[in-house]
């Protein structure tokens, strides 16, 4: 008999304790990969808007509290569907949710490139950000639920990496296409106004349709979901699945308690009030920073550096590229987290993280001060991106997606994460919304610095509702939080 053999025949070896002391199975990968997908086509979706806005502003003669509109429908869709379908996930499954959602974003993707006006566009913007919200809460908790504890924070913050790669496939789109209108109709803009951003968002559909042929090629719900509503057959042939080895899961093996099931309003007792606190409040702050970075990123290189350029594809081109080249640091800013995450911990990275941030945001604002010419200038500004884009994605664009999974039990753990991503997209939604606005009004670097008041906020808040989850099994944060 094998030592394998022993283990599978003890009678008290829990699924948690296979599962820490399983290798990654190719169903593990293949898991993570799906998740990954879809994170990609959210990270495309989310920032592709920031570079055919431009275009979309005079296609459809939009004024300013319209092209806020038009960029914040899919964050108030993401806000909508993680408080909606992360309760739902946690009724009826991850597997299920993950094809409905594939198939709303389908849907709601192909109708933003055929859109025939303002109204229409930002209906099914929101829609997107409806399917980019579900699939917040069911990733995290697929992903979470389903690997060994010491390789969680790795691959949890490797799936969430595809939304830079996603961002950054978004801004090099833009450039294609405007290169190409440029190329074929040189002596005149409106073709590519009303046009180069059908283009852009018509490559989204085609990546949704991809993700969505994917995903519909393997099945499998996770076992912790089936532990937790007592079905014990269903779990054992999904864990055997899953571990590639037969697996027979028991009340014995895995007792009810273990796993309690409880409803959506345990997130605001006593015994898990804070773990939400935690989770949601520094992502709210973030995401103010974030999405109202990020989405207006060509803008804001663009005021700051090209505001004196006449020809108006000449600008966005030139703002595009350094989108591009700094979208490049919110790759090396998640490589960074999934080198450190379970060596320095979800905490310290989350902190340092934010006070980085706040660093790269105060030179962007006085970029025009630490500057002698227009071309230093522009140095001084992508200064300042990379170093916001780098710590950002080291620090709490990973933590705080990756925390929101481990801090909840499973039966709440996509209700937890949903609500704790629907805070955050309220912070989305805030700074997306008003970013046009505060800028015209403030003006850009004053408008910088108030997001550097958010930064440093949210690295105290951090460390005052801190809960480490690194190195500990699911079971153990739950069990914790059990004895309070």
Request: glycine share 8%.
């Amino acid at each position: 008999m094998t030592s394998t053999d022993t283990v599978a025949t003890e009678p008290r070896t829990s699924f948690e304790q296979r599962l820490d002391a399983s290798p990654i199975t190719p169903a593990m990968w293949l898991l993570w990969l799906l998740a990954a997908g879809l994170i990609a086509l959210d990270g495309f979706d989310f920032f592709i808007i920031g570079v055919a806005l431009p275009f979309l502003k005079r296609d459809f003669s939009l004024g300013s509290t319209e092209i806020g509109a038009v960029a914040v429908a899919a964050v108030v869709g993401s806000l909508v569907g993680s408080l909606t379908l992360g309760p739902i996930t946690d009724k009826v499954g991850r597997q299920r949710m993950l094809m409905v959602d594939v198939a709303l974003f389908i849907v709601a993707t192909a109708g933003t490139a055929f859109a025939w006006d303002a109204v229409s566009l930002i209906g099914f913007r929101f829609l997107v950000g409806v399917g980019i919200g579900a699939d917040y809460p069911i990733s995290v908790a697929y992903i979470t639920e389903n690997v060994p504890s010491r390789w969680r924070g790795r691959m949890v913050i490797g799936a969430f990496t595809f939304q830079a790669v996603g961002a950054l496939l978004g801004a090099l789109t833009g450039l294609i296409v405007i290169h190409l209108f440029q190329t074929l109709y040189p002596d005149s803009a409106q073709p590519a106004i009303q046009y180069a951003w059908r283009w852009m968002l018509g490559v989204g559909l085609v990546l949704a349709i991809a993700v969505g042929i994917i995903r519909s090629s393997f099945l499998l719900e996770s076992p912790r979901y089936y532990i937790a509503k007592g079905d014990y057959d269903a779990a054992s042939k999904a864990a055997s699945l899953l571990l590639e080895e037969p697996i027979t899961i028991t009340p014995t093996t895995d007792p009810p308690e273990r796993e309690p099931n409880l409803t959506y309003t345990a997130l605001f007792s006593p015994q898990f009030r804070r773990n939400t606190l935690f989770a949601s409040i520094p992502w709210f702050l973030q995401d103010i920073a974030t999405y109202g970075m990020g989405i207006f990123t060509p803008a804001i290189i663009g005021a700051l550096a090209f505001a004196s350029e006449p020809d108006f594809l000449t600008r966005e081109m030139v703002s595009a590229k350094s989108a591009a080249l700094v979208d490049l640091f919110l790759i090396a800013g998640f490589l960074v987290a999934v080198w450190l995450v379970e060596k320095a911990g979800r905490v310290r990275l989350q902190v340092v993280g934010f006070l980085g941030m706040a660093v790269g945001l105060v030179i962007l604002a006085l970029s025009d001060r630490l500057a002698s010419d227009n071309n230093s200038q522009l140095t001084w500004v992508l200064i300042g991106f990379f170093i916001f884009n780098l710590m950002m994605n080291a620090g709490p664009n990973s933590t705080t997606f990756l925390l929101s999974g481990e801090v909840f039990p499973t039966s709440i753990r996509a209700s937890g994460a949903g609500f704790a991503a629907a805070f955050a997209k309220a912070g989305a939604v805030l700074g997306t919304f008003a970013l046009p606005i505060l800028q015209t009004n403030w003006g850009v670097p004053t408008l910088l610095l108030g997001l550097v008041g958010c930064c440093v906020l949210a690295a105290g808040l951090t460390y005052l509702f801190r809960v480490e989850t690194t190195g500990r099994s699911l079971e153990a944060v739950s069990l914790d939080e059990n004895r309070k």
